[in-house]
């Protein structure tokens, strides 16, 4: 699309963009460039004169300075360092052009003048002096650096550094072995202190029986039980030590049982509607003389356990969505389209591109299937077992958007997070290798938990209200798997993250019995990479928890939502209103999903819906309770690409002053300004019970306020902050250069035929 | 109100035992009534005792009928309506399908004027308040409120009795050195007489936003009082020594127009022009290629493929691409160069009109507002002869003059305040409010194809005007996202016009979409929110009265939301 363009002479001709005088010029360097280091973390190589470019379209904005290679990041530090853009986030650990090495996907060596170019891996060779060094990332960033004026050898034996430690041989040389260990030592004296269990950390792990006892109580499934045959991991080598099973299967039976599932993974207990029904998922049998035996028994048990002896569902997840491969695939295409491909090349058939890769089609597929399993579980009131081979990729997409979609608690933010470390880090999904941290196989990447995000964005997309967190936490949070600091992401299952940081405490003098979550804390205690004021970016301002919108210390006051306005649809509207009132039935406009619209709606009788087709009709003509079952419409329509993901770093997608973040602004300068005035309501009420009146009488302090933009004095103007652009909080500036195709014959060649070709139509303009 | 319709219907007024499916909000299942044809609307009443729905659809919006194969249950009919509605009907006995297809074909096909409902729609209003809803916009005000007319733009009257052209309002302003002979001779090179006249002037930088139709230079035609004319244009803007011309359409149909002894200004005969043209297609290409989005938002159960190629074949994203460029285009000469421009196309009444009403809505906050953005369309599309009968096909007429002109700067409107939501004082309600009445003929507002055919029909007496209607509901239609101050900084819109940036237009093209609750959007939310607030400032006040701690009258909930106002109703004869 959008092939047609302007002759030349285009706009860029007689608009340039703003001229900027001032032509750097190179200037040695005076003073001395000190990385920023972390705890345990050393220099391994570093080169002068390097240039970073910033913008794909001209050389005069590149920063000039020095790039460094570190056992934890590529970082690159300029010499005369611009004013901090405001638009990036502090991030505690890593500077605004650093980039963990984990976080590298590939290492590309280039010499212009020789027309070579070289990926590098781990001990390799190199046999030209490479000019250019092009860093691709797998937070889609693609950064290059230009090596001019910089001595050749030293920028080769950096490049060949930055390759050779973005491939760790072993899993214990990731850098957050070495860091967390200094950090522990180092923080001790602090943490004596204020010591507070798991660190303060409020987000269940499920790594004890009473995390998973609060779960089952909180859900109401007393036919089910915590058991702890897995202790020590003695029967499954992916399974958690603690998992919930029917009240009605002894110990004996489930260690007998075991023998005859992958992996020895007995069915794991997930969740349990307040109907009773339970979501369980399971691997397949492996043993064909016990399978049927065993799967009966299993099946009989979870049939027991549920207060109607309702027919338990299953779905063979293996059977009905794509791949891990196909995710893959599809990941690559997507990210091709959005960063790799020349603009000129992708803004041509841009949403054809976007199909090609299937990548919202296998969104959909997963929200649709996990939709059919909420019928179910809600409508149907049967319990439903969701099986997969290993039960450890894409059951831990469904199971957690169906859990999502019932259960209002997994949308706050310790919610989702326990849903996270429930579904994935327990349940044994493999993020070492799913992630391919260590870059030993391709074959095993697969990016299950970004497309699990991007599921999570289209729900949040249609229903904004509904989560307590935002989209830049999501985004975050997929960043975080590429900085290895934290253990959520580094490994393929509990027990290999226990016998891990068993390892690690015993060498790095950790004395026994200390917690795992204190010494090698997971992603979740978020002081790590922000400070409390950048955390705020998290809250999403619309958001209708229960109470959550308004509740500060003490008194509870949740928005009273009053009017829930039915507008007409307009040509109802106005005409309408003309109409002796008369409106063709506003008040039953029903909402449609696909679910619904697959039939086609016709005069035929209605008895062809199907029971959820009429479960998801009937929904949709309710409206939704954001503290309810949520159910997301599934047209194609309804698919978007999540742009802040993709497209952050891609200048060419960027709205200076627009995009929805102008939106995100506003709420959250009103929720502010709504909770100053409560907060001043409070204190002229005099003091309620429990609670001490604050002194100011401007509200709550800055640093307890929730949004992360407040409310401005009435004199300031309450206009959006000049840094506020569509890619907020990230910046496209430096992030993203990619390699353009102006000049090549080829490309002008297509141009102007596409010129002749869209004039097709001619003859008719000419009257 | 004309029963004489009715009356040539004679057995006609009713059918019974009709099912009625209204597929575009997503119904599934048919619900059975009585179908009544009036004068004016299809009205279908449904037989259930509870509810007793009622269906109408305005003739004038209807589209096409469509009678697919008879099937056993009876015979159907298929409305496809100009708001992109689409009603199924099914009627038990094929000779009363016959029928009710022959009249409504008929009734939604009007030969004449005086057959539409605004000539004989009556609201409950007196004379005085009719002819007061028709001075509910000004021009004039407008024109002052940019500072014109000035030292550089005087009103001319050389156009009253629409003597020189008469598709252009009567009163124009132009450069203050075009005398009444330069503009004549300007008129007389231009196509249909449409010279160039001032569409806005931005106060800032002084540059202004011109328009004509194309010049009649053919392959080597010359005009000296056109070349004056371009020339005054250049010289009434101090800042400059140059003007931008802006031939909207592609290089090659202007190329080809010359033959027909038309085409476009050449550079070496005009002194200090900059010749540009942008690429919108023509009216017949966007005729074609709605038609393919209408039917990618029909799609039953599409595929994302279906869905995604079908968008992308529509071609329609990139037309609303190329009007939005000329827009950003003109906006940037005028305000970031401080360059006038000079825009045309081949009549100078549909390109034109789109690229310059774009210029101003990116230029000046004003044409945010939901008063702003009726003056403009009052300014660039009513009073500069856009041809509204022919486009809207109000008349049984040629279906080749008919075109989505209007369609697509509502749509350019729509995609600006997706980009940025804290800039526009209306929602998408009021757009697609305006889009319905572009077609329903419901006001006199959008009769006739310009202002003399307007004040022949003596419009202003027999109708209505739509502007206070929507402005009485403009609770309904506002932005609670958008503050006025914001406006000053964010003086002009600088859009991001790569694909990426362009979305399918669901609530226009997509009606499932429209029937989903709408609170679920920010702006609804924070309807709610801003009601909140008050309420607590207003309780804070009541607190700060008494001293603290002492018993404070509470006043919570005395507040009520906004208000939906109704006109009275009025009842239309069946």
């Given amino acids: 699309m959008f092939s047609v363009k302007p002759l030349k002479p285009t706009f860029k001709c007689y608009l340039p963009p703003v001229q900027t005088d001032v032509k750097r010029s190179i200037e ?187 779960e089952i109580k909180r859900t109401g499934a007393s036919e089910w039980r915590v058991c702890s045959i897995n202790e020590g991991y003695a029967i499954s080598q992916s399974l958690p030590e603690y998992i919930v099973v029917p009240v009605s299967l002894a110990d004996q039976d489930l260690k007998q049982h075991s023998l005859s599932f992958t992996d020895q993974r007995i069915p794991l207990w997930c969740w349990n509607h307040q109907n009773g029904s339970a979501l369980v998922r399971m691997a397949n049998l492996s043993d064909p003389l016990q399978q049927r035996k065993t799967d009966q028994r299993f099946l009989a048990a979870i049939t027991k356990s549920h207060p109607q002896r309702s027919e338990v569902f299953r779905s063979d997840l293996d059977k009905c969505l794509p791949n891990i491969q196909d995710i893959q695939n599809a990941f690559v295409k997507v990210r091709q389209s959005c960063v790799i491909d020349p603009f000129e090349e992708s803004e041509e058939r841009w949403l054809s591109s976007i199909e090609n890769s299937r990548w919202l089609e296998y969104v959909r597929a997963f929200l649709k299937h996990s939709a059919e399993i909420v019928y179910h579980l809600d409508g149907k009131n049967s319990s439903v077992v969701l099986q997969e081979e290993e039960d450890r990729d894409l059951s831990c997409v469904v199971s957690s958007l169906v859990q999502l979609m019932l259960d209002p608690h997994y949308r706050s933010l310790i919610g989702f997070q326990s849903l996270v470390q429930k579904e994935w880090v327990m349940a044994g999904h493999r993020f070492l290798d799913r992630c391919n941290h260590l870059k030993k196989n391709d074959k095993e990447e697969s990016p299950l938990f970004m497309l699990f995000l991007d599921c999570v964005w289209q729900i949040m997309n249609q229903y904004p209200a509904a989560f307590e967190f935002t989209e830049a936490y999501l985004t975050l949070l997929s960043d975080s798997m590429w900085i290895p600091l934290f253990s959520t992401f580094l490994f393929n299952s509990p027990k290999q993250r226990a016998q891990h940081l068993m390892d690690f405490a015993k060498n790095k003098a950790i004395p026994q019995g200390e917690d795992q979550v204190v010494y090698f804390p997971p992603v979740w205690n978020w002081s790590q990479q922000f400070s409390t004021k950048d955390q705020t970016l998290f809250n999403n301002p619309m958001y209708v928890g229960k109470g959550a919108a308004c509740v500060q210390n003490g008194e509870v006051k949740t928005f009273r939502r009053t009017k829930q306005k039915t507008y007409s649809s307009t040509l109802r509207g106005t005409s309408a209103s003309v109409r002796n009132g008369m409106r063709g039935g506003e008040e039953t406009l029903p909402r449609r999903g696909s679910l619904v619209s697959e039939l086609r709606p016709d005069f035929s009788p209605v008895k062809d819906e199907s029971p959820s087709e009429r479960f998801f009709r009937d929904w949709f003509s309710r409206p939704a309770d954001q503290q309810g079952l949520l159910i997301p419409l599934l047209m194609p329509s309804h698919m978007a690409l999540w742009k802040l993901y993709f497209l952050r770093w891609v200048p060419e997608a960027c709205i200076p002053r627009g995009g929805p973040i102008t939106a995100y602004h506003k709420l959250s300068q009103l929720v502010d300004e709504i909770e100053i005035l409560q907060s001043q309501l409070r204190q002229y009420k005099g003091p309620s019970p429990g609670s001490t009146p604050l002194p100011s009488p401007s509200g709550p302090p800055s640093d307890q306020r929730r949004m992360y933009f407040k409310a401005g004095s009435p004199n300031d103007p309450p206009t959006p902050p000049d840094f506020l652009t569509s890619s907020f909080p990230f910046t496209p500036v430096g992030n993203l250069c990619r390699r353009g195709i102006h000049g090549t014959p080829i490309s002008k060649f297509l141009n102007e035929a596409r010129i002749w070709l869209s004039t097709e139509t001619l003859a008719n303009d000419t009257v | 109100m004309s029963w004489c319709v009715l009356n040539h219907l004679s057995s006609l007024t009713c059918v019974e035992n009709v099912r009625l499916l209204d597929r575009s909000s997503g119904q599934r299942k048919a619900s059975t009534g009585t179908l009544y044809l009036s004068a004016t609307h299809t009205i279908f009443v449904e037989n259930n005792p509870e509810t007793r729905k009622e269906t109408w659809v305005l003739h004038s919006m209807v589209n096409s009928v469509e009678r697919p194969p008879t099937i056993p249950a009876g015979s159907q009919l298929i409305l496809h309506c100009k708001d992109f509605r689409v009603y199924q009907i099914l009627i038990p006995q094929e000779r009363d399908c016959l029928d009710v297809h022959t009249s409504l074909v008929r009734l939604s096909r009007p030969g004449k004027y005086s057959e539409l409902y605004c000539l004989s729609f009556n609201p409950n209003v007196n004379k005085e308040d009719r002819e007061e809803s028709w001075n509910f916009i000004d021009l004039m005000t407008d024109y002052k409120r940019m500072g014109v007319p000035n030292n550089l733009w005087v009103a001319t009257a050389a156009n009253s009795e629409y003597r020189v052209c008469d598709t252009y309002p009567s009163e124009l302003f132009v450069p203050k050195s075009a005398t009444p002979a330069i503009i004549v001779g300007s008129s007389r090179f231009r196509s249909r007489g449409r010279f160039p006249a001032l569409s806005y002037f931005h106060q800032d930088t002084l540059a202004a936003v011109c328009r004509c139709s194309q010049p009649l230079s053919g392959f080597s035609g010359r005009c000296q009082e056109d070349e004056m004319m371009l020339q005054a244009v250049m010289k009434s803007n101090p800042g400059s020594d140059f003007i931008y011309v802006v031939d909207t359409r592609p290089k090659l149909n202007a190329m080809a127009n010359r033959a027909a002894g038309k085409g476009y200004e050449n550079e070496d005969h005009y002194t200090n022009i900059k010749l540009q043209f942008i690429g919108i297609e023509n009216i017949h290409v966007m005729r074609s290629s709605q038609q393919k989005i209408i039917d990618v938002g029909e799609m039953r159960s599409p595929s994302m493929t279906d869905f995604l190629w079908g968008l992308e074949n529509s071609g329609w994203l990139k037309h609303i691409k190329a009007i939005l460029d000329a827009g950003v285009f003109i906006a940037r000469a005028v305000a970031d160069e401080g360059v006038s421009v000079l825009v045309h196309c081949s009549d100078g009444w549909d390109r034109t009109a789109q690229a310059c009403s774009v210029a101003s809505i990116l230029l000046n906050p004003f044409y945010r507002t939901i008063k702003g953005l009726m003056v403009l369309i009052e300014r660039d599309w009513v009073s500069f002869g856009h041809k509204f009968s022919h486009r809207y096909a109000h008349l049984d007429g040629d279906p080749k003059e008919v075109s989505p002109v209007i369609d697509q700067f509502l749509e350019c409107v729509w995609q600006l305040s997706e980009q940025f939501p804290c800039a526009f004082e209306f929602n998408e309600r009021f ?35 739509v502007w206070p209607q929507l402005w009485k509901d403009r609770a309904e239609y506002t932005n609670p996202l958008y503050k006025a101050e914001l406006s000053q900084t964010q003086g002009v819109l600088r859009p991001n016009t790569t694909p990426y940036c362009f979305k399918m237009w669901k609530g226009l093209y997509n009606h499932m979409e429209k029937s989903t609750p709408p609170r679920q959007s920010p702006a609804d939310f924070l309807s709610a929110v801003r009601e909140e607030s008050q309420q607590l400032e207003e309780e804070l006040t009541n607190h700060q009265e008494v001293p603290p701690g002492g018993t404070a009258h509470h006043h919570l909930g005395s507040r009520q939301g906004i208000q939906h106002t109704k006109t009275p109703p009025v009842m239309t004869p069946l």
């Fill in chain 2, 431 to 465: 757009l697609v409010a305006i889009h319905t009445h572009v077609y329903s003929c419901h006001f006199g507002t959008f009769l006739g194809n310009c202002q003399k055919e307007r004040r022949d029909m003596r419009l202003r007496e027999r109708s209505h005007s």
């Fill in chain 1, 28 to 214: 040695p360097p005076i003073k001395k460039l000190e990385p920023k280091l972390l705890q345990g973390e050393i220099v391994v190589n570093e080169v002068n004169f390097v240039r970073k470019c910033i913008s794909a379209e001209s050389s005069q904005d590149d920063l000039w300075g020095k790039l460094i290679c570190t056992n934890f990041k590529v970082s690159f530090i300029p010499q005369d360092a611009p004013p901090k853009q405001k638009s990036r986030l502090s991030h505690l650990l890593l500077g605004e052009h650093d980039v963990p090495l984990t976080c590298l996907e590939q290492v590309v060596t280039v010499n212009d003048t020789k027309g070579k170019k070289k990926v590098l891996g781990s001990n390799q060779k190199l046999k030209f002096n490479p000019t250019e060094l092009i860093l691709y990332c797998k937070d889609l960033r693609i950064i290059r650096f230009c090596f001019d004026e910089a001595g050749p050898e030293s920028a080769k034996k950096v490049c060949l550094a930055i390759a050779h430690y973005s491939h760790p041989a072993d899993l214990q040389l990731l850098f957050g072995f070495e860091y967390q260990g200094r950090r522990y030592h180092e923080s001790k004296g602090e943490r004596i202190n204020g010591s507070t269990p798991r660190g303060g950390l409020q987000t269940p792990i499920f790594d004890r029986p009473s995390d998973w006892d609060r």
